[in-house]
């Protein structure tokens, strides 16, 4: 419910208990909620017929994956106070699980993608035990160490394929192969269920006892907070998270191969959450839609009009033509750094900041 | 066999403890954890690599320009971009040290791409020394003796010399050492400087023990942070320590364990001391204040 205060401003007034823990806070974001889902459900033919900047289906399943994995992260970094620089363990180890149950089992998808990702939260509890006594720089190294032995140990195991890794087996649905554009609505809808219930999450007794733990730890405990249970939930719940987002990335690639779940890639989903916001489930998406589809675009830097030719030209002059793709990770680290030089807050914040200067525009 | 495991061992561990004591110095002052260590030494590496291939210079010349292209490049990174960061949280800091690790790794493959190369280094890595019965290859006899004198020099420089007192009086407490009289911004960028320097040692010692590529210090990179956390990460003493037995436990699972699972050992010592003994080896216990 909306108040007016004396001068004519909006501010947000919460008047009763149930109105902090509904999800729609207003009509005017009723409203935009369903024009969103409308919007999702046009997308993909609207994008497979022009190839609206750029995008195709591919690149949509892409960013809603990595929106789900940013979602994770940040109820581990932004919401607990954790740090992590392996959860592309947790993403392969959803990926690999998952293929193996619909591929060796038979299971169908539905029931295999909530298994793998159960087993992603098995390790992430276990990889929430020695972060109980670890914190900053301890926990980075850690998660940085789990990430690099996932890899290492799934390389070294003939039953996930070894160093060659698996091929996702082909799936159907009502008797014909599933394509991008069926795999999308698979994708959204489990992206939609996941972010609702991320939201939903930080109204509970257990994201509070999040939030309050990465406010202060020593205080949230003294309030009777079990430091040791929510710790480690919070590091199984956002390995949930990735283990899923794993699961629907190995059936959109078709193939999965250990050496691709590197420590570049957790550094990405951090930068992503960073980006994004910390602390902001909106903001991690924007986050991952922004980084993804820039990742993406860069890769095949001399194909854009203008900047591409300069390059190429640059590359041959000084550089190397080979490494050319390599532009995209100097963005990508350049970006982050100075986000955190200018923006602590990341996109939320910029929005934030936007939205406080029009709410009393002239002011 | 236990002896040869050991010597490799020995060579392989005291780079990594350069890295590890490279990384623990600018730990200690600005309670910054490098992420980038391991890719600064790898462009340190690579110019090594330009100026002994592209432009033919001789060893010794090469390696001075090497070591001034290392400390310039440690001193850069400190005041472009860790300077202006106001009030950076943990995870802030953390952040902007893997944007250096991304850009620096982008660099060297855009300039020098995915091809694995060999640093052309004076020592020969295929002949050998014979002491009584052990055989030791030349390369690594040189570079256990080169890495601990290096060391040595070091304890010395931080125990003895006036700007390595100023260093650790600036460790001790900021505030203090400026109000002596100490340029505690100056001596940040020496520490970055000196850092980057003795990363650069080590990430041409493992160019030429290894191969020289673009992501040639990942591993060793963890390996350091492991061997930082064995010997404790407020410690120079307990990192070089650290990085020997890692180098040296590492070879010998290698060895008679398992070889293909070598790597998992850094991630399993780092594990086991964090929750034994998290302050390390010979760090001292630090009692976090409300």
Redesign the interface.
Known sequence: MRGKNAEGGCVDIKRSYYEDIELFKSKTILVWSVILLAVLLILPWFIAKTHFLGMSVYLLNLIIIHCIVAIGLNIL?GYTGQ?S?GHAGFFAIGAFTTVMFVGQMGLPLFIALPLGALISAGAGFILGL?AL??E???L???T???G??VT??I??MEFFGGRMGLQAPKLYLFGTAMKDIHFYYVICAVGVILTIAAVKLFKTKVGRAFIAIRDSD?AAETMGVNLNYYKTLSFAVSAFYTGVAGGLYAFILGFINPEGF???MS?TF??MV?IGG?GSIMGSIAGAILMTYLDVKLQAIQDIPGIGALLVHF?EQ???M???S????????????LI??FE?LGIFGIWIRTKKYWKTYPF | MLGQLIVSGLAVGFCYALLALAMVIIYKTSDVLNFAQGEMAMISSFMAFVFLESYQLSFPIALALTLLFAAALGALLEFVFLRPAKNPTVIGMIIITLGFEMILMGIAGWKWGPDQRNLPFPIPSFETYNFAGLVVSKINFWTIIVCLVLIVILFLFFQYSKLGTAMRATQQNRLVARLMGIRTKRIFSFTWALSSLIGAVSGMFIAALTVLDPPMMMDPLMKAFASAVLGGMTSLPGAAVGGTILGVVENLFGGYISLPFKSVVAFAVIVLMLCVRPSGLLGKHFVKKV
Request: glycine residues 10%.
């Open positions: 970094v740090i620089l020695p006594r670890l900053g720089p301890y980075a190294i850690a940085m160490g789990f690099m032995a290492t140990i390389k070294h020593v590197h420590i570049i550094i951090l930068a960073v910390v590359s000084y550089m190397s080979g490494g050319i390599n532009v995209a990770i100097i963005v990508y680290g350049l970006i982050m750094v955190i030089l602590p």
